[in-house]
C-alpha cells in the first residue's frame, strides 16, 4: 500500500506544471541593455507578485545564439537586439524547436563616433570611415583594384582631419552595434565610391566582404560589450575615438562629444528624422513557449511596450531612446498583447 501511494506521489510530481524558475532571464544588446535594466526596475517594483528580471549585456549576436539553444529554464526567455533578427537565426530557432518567437519594436538609436570633450574635433563622412577601418580599400587609379588598409593617421584618410593615429575603441563582432556600423558607416561610405557601388550589383557577397570588413591591424581595437569601458578609454586617451549608442552618449555629455558625420551632428532630433545616416531600430525577442510557465512574461512586455516606458514622453526617453513613430509603436503594441509571431 505504501509502495502504491508513494508511486501516486511521484506521478502526480511528475504530471505538475512546476515552475523550475520563478524569475524572467533577458540576455543579449548592449546598447538595449540600460532600456532593459530601467524597465525591469519598474517592474519589480510594481506590487505584482513577479521578481525583478535578470539582465544580462552579452550582445545581440550572443544573445541570439543563446535564445534560439532549444527551450525550457536553461535557457533565456527574452533577448534584446540593436538590429533585427537575421533570417539564419530564426533557422537556429525553428531547428531547436523554437518555433514562435514574438517581435518587438521599441524605438531607435544612433550609432556615435566620439571622442573626449578636450580631445580635437572630428567632422567625419561614412566615406572617411570606410577609408579609415575597412580591411581593405580601393588604391591606385584603376577602378578594381584594393589594397590592405595602410593608413597611420586620419590626415592620410583626409587631409582635412587631424594628423593623429587612427585609434578606435568598439565593439566585437558579436555586437549589434559593430553590425550595425560595418552596414551603415563603413558600408555607407563604401557606397560613395562609384565602382564600388556598382560592384555591388555584380557580386552583392563579394561587396559586402569588401565593404562591411574591419581592419585587425590595431587600428580598431575591440573593447567589449561595455560601452561605459569605452567612456573610460576615451577619457584617458583624448586622441582616440570610440564607436557606441546614442543613449550612452546622451548620458555622458559632461566626458565625451560625438562628431559630425556627413556634417549631421548625432542628436534626438537628427536621428528622429532620419538625417543622422548611422542610425538602427532597437527590438527586444520574446520565446512564447515560455509565456505561462515562467511567471510575469505578459506583464513585463506590457510594461516594456507601454507608452508611459517608449511613447512620445515614456520615461526611457531620458535614457536616450528615441521614440518609434506612433502608427508603428501601436503595431507592435498591438502584436505583442496578441501574441502575435514573428513573420520573416
Known amino acids: ?47 505584482n507578485g513577479f521578481k525583478t528580471p535578470i539582465i544580462e549585456s552579452t550582445g545581440s549576436g550572443g544573445g541570439l545564439k543563446l535564445f534560439c539553444t532549444g527551450k ?26 523554437i518555433n514562435e518567437i514574438i517581435e518587438h519594436k521599441i524605438g531607435f538609436d544612433g550609432i556615435v563616433i566620439a571622442n573626449a570633450k578636450n580631445g580635437p574635433t572630428f567632422e567625419l563622412s561614412r566615406k572617411d570611415l570606410y577609408m579609415a577601418l575597412a580591411a581593405k580599400v580601393p588604391c591606385g ?34 555586437s549589434g552595434t559593430r553590425d550595425a556600423f560595418a552596414e551603415l558607416g563603413l558600408g555607407g561610405g563604401c557606397k560613395m565610391i ?10 552583392k557577397s563579394a561587396w559586402k566582404q569588401l565593404c562591411y570588413t574591419v581592419r585587425e591591424d590595431g587600428a580598431y581595437i575591440e573593447t567589449g560589450e561595455n560601452d561605459n569601458l569605452i567612456i573610460q578609454k576615451l577619457v584617458n586617451n583624448p586622441n582616440a575615438v570610440g564607436v557606441f549608442g546614442f543613449s550612452f552618449l546622451d548620458q555622458n555629455t559632461d566626458s565625451v562629444k560625438g562628431s559630425t558625420v556627413d556634417g549631421i ?36 512586455m506590457a510594461e516594456f511596450m507601454n507608452d508611459n516606458a517608449i511613447g512620445d514622453e515614456g520615461y526611457l526617453l531620458d535614457k536616450g531612446l528615441i521614440p518609434l513613430p506612433q502608427d508603428a509603436r501601436l503595431k507592435y503594441q498591438s502584436d505583442s498583447k496578441n501574441l502575435v509571431n514573428l513573420q520573416y
Open 194 to 203: 562609384p565602382w564600388v557601388k556598382k560592384f555591388k550589383k555584380k557580386d
Open 72 to 97: 525550457g529554464p536553461s535557457t533565456p526567455d527574452v533577448t534584446n537586439a540593436s538590429r533585427r533578427i537575421k533570417e539564419r537565426e530564426v533557422a537556429l530557432c525553428a531547428k531547436n524547436g
Open 265 to 300: 551632428v548625432p542628436t534626438f532630433e537628427s536621428i528622429a528624422s532620419g538625417d543622422y545616416k548611422v542610425s538602427r531600430s532597437l527590438f527586444f525577442y520574446v520565446k512564447k513557449a515560455h509565456i505561462g510557465s515562467i511567471p510575469g512574461i505578459e506583464e513585463y
Open 1 to 47: 500500500m505504501k509502495q502504491y501511494q508513494l508511486l501516486l506521489m511521484i506521478m502526480v510530481m511528475v504530471s505538475m506544471p512546476a515552475h523550475s524558475r520563478d524569475t524572467i532571464r533577458v540576455v543579449g544588446s548592449s546598447t538595449v541593455y540600460p532600456f532593459a535594466t530601467v524597465v525591469a526596475e519598474n517592474f519589480g517594483r510594481q506590487d
Open 141 to 174: 587609379i584603376q577602378d578594381g583594384v584594393t589594397c590592405d588598409n595602410e593608413a597611420k593617421t586620419w590626415k592620410d584618410v583626409n587631409s582635412s582631419l587631424p594628423d593623429i593615429r587612427i585609434e578606435v575603441y568598439g565593439p566585437p563582432p558579436t
